[in-house]
């Protein structure tokens, strides 16, 4: 793997050509409350340089974004990108031959890739979805929003224009990882990946010419989405949705842990990041989610807004007569805490509040047994109506859709 610092981010310049002259004071001490000691012993790689991964991007997809981006190239290459959808079609012709080479070594699953965890993750999902598809829902896509370097990053970039339709995006790839054998040559996790790796390369390179960005960034330097920041937002996902689980006592072997931990880590390399920061197991991921995660959390203008679009979507409380914006809120203060709920000034339901609190844990426990009954059991009923639409929360677009064309432009509003 590419051990990329800060002055080699710098020589690499894709990312930050164009800026004009940006002066060596910029760079000052990252802004971690804590000095980066994770140690790598507990990565994948097994060893690592010591880098702090707030001050490293992705060098290798960088350079080649920043230049068909500057070339102006990018709309025909979307194009041709569209023909690109499932893992085991050729990567598409036409395309310049530096972009070619990246997504031919970008696409390589690792070599340290175990199909019998991507198995077990498969049959967990198969058992388990709907608990599973709600805590990627309101674990790790409510939390995006008090993530406030990813907020303002999706506020300001070309999908904020769009909140609707840009809100849900990180936790449908989640989703899209339930997807059975997404890895496989009939899935689509894998063009997902690589193309969304791209799109984040495009983000570093259009973001720090954005003015209202630029104003509310504190990343320091003004680049988004380093390799921290994605540990963070990966943390958001599989560490928190493990979490969820097992609060809420859903029945998980050892198998099913191992597996959906493994297609994470499989995930994690495909989207550019270094092994040397992949946890390799689930002690050395809490560990690092304490030091990456816990201190990026807090409000932001931004998150509260992008919240208030993920509770109101409207086909959802269409779509059934009991749920409301206050019970969604109900449920994400139920699982991401008061602290969270206060930030994104949540206004909840005061009698649903009290069903999560009580009647969560015996529902998750009649839900294995099947033993729900219409009418019987009435309030149980209504949650199993819930998750099969709270995951539909960030599905109601059809599903991710899988052109993920690279942007050439910042929210222009
Ligand atoms: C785009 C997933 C980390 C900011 C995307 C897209 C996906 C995705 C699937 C493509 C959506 C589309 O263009 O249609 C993920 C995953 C992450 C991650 C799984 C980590 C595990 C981050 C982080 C940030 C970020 C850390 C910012 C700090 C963005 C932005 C876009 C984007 C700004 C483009 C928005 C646009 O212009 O439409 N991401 N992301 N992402 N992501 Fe991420």
Known sequence: MDNLNRRDALKAGGVLAGIGALSLSLFTAPPRAQAWNWSASGSIAGSGDGVDPMTVWDPAADQV???ILESGQVPAINKILATWTTNNQPTPSGLPPNLTAFIEQARQLPAWTDQSKLTAADDFNAKQGPFIGTAYGFGAGLLATVIPHESRAVYYSKGGADLQDR????????????????FGPNGHLIVTCVKTRMVHAAVRHLLPRSAPWLQVATESPKIPISQNDILVTWHSLPTTIMQKLKAWKVPITDAHSAGLLHSWQVTAHLLGVQDQYIPATWDSANAQSKLVLDPALGPSPEGTKIADHLLTIGPVLAATSFITKPMLASFTKFVLGNQVAKWLNLKT????????????????QLYQFGKIVPGVDAIYFQLTEFIKVAALLYLNNGGLKLELPIPTTNNPS
């Open 167 to 182: 809100i849900a995006k990180t936790a449908k790839l989640g989703y899209d990882l339930m997807a059975q054998q997404p």
């Open 65 to 67: 974004i920043a230049e």
């Open 349 to 364: 339901d005061g009698i649903w509040d009290g069903i999560f609190a009580t009647l969560w844990g015996p529902f998750v």
